[in-house]
């Protein structure tokens, strides 16, 4: 969330197939669960800038999908900004969710 605040000012517009996860940072309060600080520091985040949830459909989340497995596999975490790894390149295109911005 912190690299997409640095790279843009446009709106951020956070995708999950979890509802669950975009309630709880739409919701006011505390979260009481293992990740309430990592809640509580994107809600902190969140207060500069344009926040929009979209909730997705499972079978449009396959690029996350593929990107969780590839730091699990290869224990790492990395940053792509202009170009992703070749696990995503055929997933990519039938993830796009098309956005209009109003």
Known sequence: MMLALQQ???PVIVQS????????LTRDG?????????VAEIKELMKDREF?????????NRV???????????C??????????QCIEDLLPL?????IME
């Open 8 to 10: 843009s000012n446009i």
């Open 17 to 24: 197939n979890s509802g669950e996860a975009l309630s709880t």
């Open 30 to 38: 505390l979260v009481h669960s293992a990740y309430g600080h990592l």
């Open 52 to 60: 929009i949830p979209r909730k997705l459909s499972r079978d449009q």
């Open 64 to 74: 996350a999908d593929s990107l969780a497995n590839y730091s699990r596999l290869e």
């Open 76 to 85: 790492t975490t990395a940053v792509w900004l202009h170009l992703g790894p």
């Open 95 to 99: 993830d796009c969710n098309s956005l």
